[in-house]
């Protein structure tokens, strides 16, 4: 077992050990370690501590050397999409106040470029004495971005102490995992679920197994877990729906960890795939970004899962949290009762970043401590277990990537001219999340619309279908009736 | 192989909702603009309905291209 608190830490140097499989191509521990170490040279040689260093996420492996190298040097992660739109990569590379830019693929088009961008393959190979730094607790690890409501993507700085706290609850996670151990990483790198990933095999000096980008990623999750034998794996329940026509094919002996998260997790999908892994653990994590990767997590028993609405329990928090329910008034519930969930302790973040109307609005101070509003409404049992039964606002999550329908809405009305837009959520046949934009009056080009907003938002966002209705409905109140209009669109047609 | 051709051809304009789609042996899903998890499903069951035939998931994994579709369904015809 790896001491959990050395965060950072320096991968392993073993010559004999694969550290990474890309592509069918393995890389051991040296030649990371080596790529690591030459990584550390370049920002050392810049005098760089507690800055943040934007890296254009590619399925390389000076991806994850960079990784290692910019904690190793007490510095702050931003993983960057080559494929968001540009506004919303200048306004990551402004927000996070990025000065040095790394990158592995052949090109990166940007809008404002940083002060300076390095091509990671054409960096010197000079190598560094290896000691890591030390960074404070409140020194920034990580900064993810997110959807915002306003329309501006909205940044969560995620500390070394945070990571540490989360790293903390490991060992009570009961994972006996060791180098024989091949991991999964199937995450885009701008997904907390990513970090996880990236973590674990190295800790444990296991190999990871990436997932190329390409646009049908569950066909290849399956090849990777079936053909290497893969025992460690965390997957959004959506990759697995797609899988669900085959799962009478699907024999997976050699998994021994199967962690469903990112999204609720069904409870027929869940004893369905169990089957397919028949000597897995299997583990829900449950945890907003904003309260560090995971922090209230559930090893289901072999049969009897408990679930409300048909979704798996989410379990009881890790021992850095706590949790609370919530009503309107800000009073503690009654056990058994609904609310919302709230969370505090050292794996919760301090604020967002420079956003202080969004810090009041998600925290709140409860009998003298400060508390995450999660927005998730759930209960506990008399067990203790918490139950997750929804959101509480219109954030909706597709593939895993937490989306505010407003954003969506806001950027829809401005192609649109101002025209009234609602985003709704539905489910497509697999039961996976898409996005329905209904639309008052016409659109006039729906091909230019697609276009533009391409241009504003990640594919994710796009919504998968378009309606037009003559007007929006109204409530007492005066404002667009989505209640009725969900009732309309989506729910009738069922 | 024509007949395979066309139909394929008219799944892939129908699923992709484009009545210009032109399909190639080398071409993959990151050449179709819709192309993605969702459509995939669809397209392989209507492929499925339209030549009554059924793909296993290993034969899924296995082809990298139109190509590789393509003569997937003429050998299971």
Same mark, same amino acid.
């Given at each position: 077992?790896?001491?959990?608190?050395?965060?950072?830490?320096?991968?392993?140097?073993?010559?004999?050990?694969?550290?990474?499989?890309?592509?069918?191509?393995?890389?051991?521990?040296?030649?990371?370690?080596?790529?690591?170490?030459?990584?550390?040279?370049?920002?050392?040689?810049?005098?760089?501590?507690?800055?943040?260093? @934007?890296?254009?996420?590619?399925?390389?492996?000076?991806?994850?050397?960079?990784?290692?190298?910019?904690?190793? +040097?007490?510095?702050t992660y931003v993983p960057i999409n080559p494929y968001l739109p540009s506004d919303r990569i200048d306004s990551i590379i402004s927000q996070a106040g990025i000065e040095l830019l790394f990158y592995s693929i052949d090109e990166v088009s940007l809008g404002k470029e940083p002060k300076e961008t390095l091509q990671l393959g054409k960096m010197n190979t000079m190598c560094e004495d290896i000691i890591a730094k030390n960074p404070e607790d409140n020194d920034i690890a990580y900064i993810l971005f997110t959807s915002g409501s306003t329309g501006t993507p909205k940044g969560v700085p995620v500390s070394y102490g945070n990571v540490r706290s989360f790293l903390r609850n490991l060992p009570e996670m009961g994972y006996e995992l060791s180098s024989r151990d091949r991991f999964l990483q199937m995450f885009d790198l701008s997904f907390d679920l990513s970090i996880v990933s990236i973590l674990a095999p190295f800790l444990f000096k296991g190999c990871l197994f990436t997932v190329p980008n390409n646009n049908i990623k569950y066909t290849e999750i399956y090849r990777l877990l079936e053909e290497y034998e893969i025992s460690f794996a965390i997957v959004v329940p959506s990759v697995i729906a797609y899988l669900k026509p085959y799962f009478e094919d699907i024999d997976l002996p050699h998994m021994r960890y199967m962690c469903l998260s990112g999204e609720a997790v069904p409870y027929d999908l869940t004893v369905e795939w169990k089957k397919c892994c028949p000597n897995a653990v299997f583990q829900n994590l449950y945890g907003p970004s904003?309260?560090?990767?995971?922090?209230? +997590?559930?090893?289901?028993?072999?049969?009897?899962?408990?679930?409300?609405?048909?979704?798996?329990?989410? @379990?009881?928090? +890790?021992?850095?949290?706590?949790?609370?329910?919530?009503?309107?008034?800000?009073?503690?519930?009654?056990?058994?009762?609904?609310?919302?969930?709230?969370?505090?302790?050292?794996?919760?973040?301090?604020?967002?970043?420079?956003?202080?109307e969004k810090d009041k609005e998600a925290f709140l101070e409860f009998e003298s401590?400060?508390?995450?509003?999660?927005?998730?409404?759930?209960?506990q049992d008399e067990n203790g277990?918490?139950?997750?039964?929804?959101?509480?606002?219109?954030? $909706?999550?597709?593939? @895993?990537?937490?989306?505010?329908?407003?954003?969506?809405?806001?950027?829809?009305?401005?192609?649109?001219?101002?025209?009234?837009? $609602?985003?709704?959520?539905?489910?497509?046949? +697999?039961?996976?999340?898409? &996005? &329905?934009?209904?639309?008052?009056?016409?659109?006039?080009?729906?091909?230019?619309? &697609?276009?533009?907003?391409?241009?504003?938002?990640?594919?994710?966002?796009?919504?998968?279908?378009?309606?037009?209705?003559?007007?929006?409905?109204?409530?007492?109140n005066g404002k667009i009736d989505r209640k009725s209009i969900q009732k309309s669109q989506i729910d009738n047609e069922k | 192989m024509e007949d395979i051709i066309i139909k394929t051809r008219d799944i892939f304009r129908e699923i992709f909702n484009d009545s210009s789609l032109e399909i190639t042996r080398e071409m993959t899903a990151n050449d179709v603009d819709k192309w993605d998890s969702l459509t995939h499903l669809t397209m392989i069951a209507k492929t499925e309905a339209v030549f009554g035939i059924k793909f296993k998931l290993k034969e899924l994994v296995k082809m990298k291209n139109v190509g590789d579709m393509l003569d997937k369904i003429q050998e299971k015809l």
């Open positions: 077992m790896p001491s959990m608190f050395d965060f950072p830490f320096i991968p392993s140097n073993d010559r004999e050990a694969d550290a990474l499989c890309i592509e069918d191509k393995f890389y051991r521990y040296d030649f990371l370690f080596n790529r690591f170490s030459c990584i550390m040279h370049e920002i050392r040689s810049r005098e760089m501590q507690g800055k943040s260093i @934007g890296l254009v996420a590619s399925d390389s492996y000076d991806t994850y050397a960079a990784i290692l190298a910019i904690w190793a +040097t007490g510095n904003e309260a560090t990767i995971y922090c209230v +997590t559930y090893t289901m028993p072999e049969e009897k899962i408990p679930a409300a609405n048909g979704i798996v329990c989410i @379990g009881k928090a +890790t021992k850095e949290i706590d949790c609370i329910i919530i009503d309107e008034n800000n009073k503690e519930v009654d056990q058994g009762e609904k609310g919302e969930l709230i969370l505090h302790g050292k794996q919760v973040i301090q604020s967002y970043l420079n956003n202080q401590k400060r508390y995450y509003r999660s927005g998730d409404i759930c209960y277990l918490y139950f997750y039964l929804g959101r509480k606002d219109y954030q $909706v999550k597709i593939q @895993g990537f937490r989306i505010e329908l407003s954003e969506i809405e806001y950027h829809l009305s401005v192609s649109l001219n101002k025209q009234r837009v $609602v985003a709704l959520a539905d489910l497509d046949k +697999t039961g996976n999340a898409k &996005i &329905i934009a209904i639309v008052e009056g016409k659109i006039k080009d729906k091909d230019k619309l &697609i276009a533009d907003l391409k241009k504003k938002m990640p594919y994710y966002m796009i919504p998968s279908e378009f309606r037009e209705i003559p007007s929006f409905p109204l409530n007492n | -």
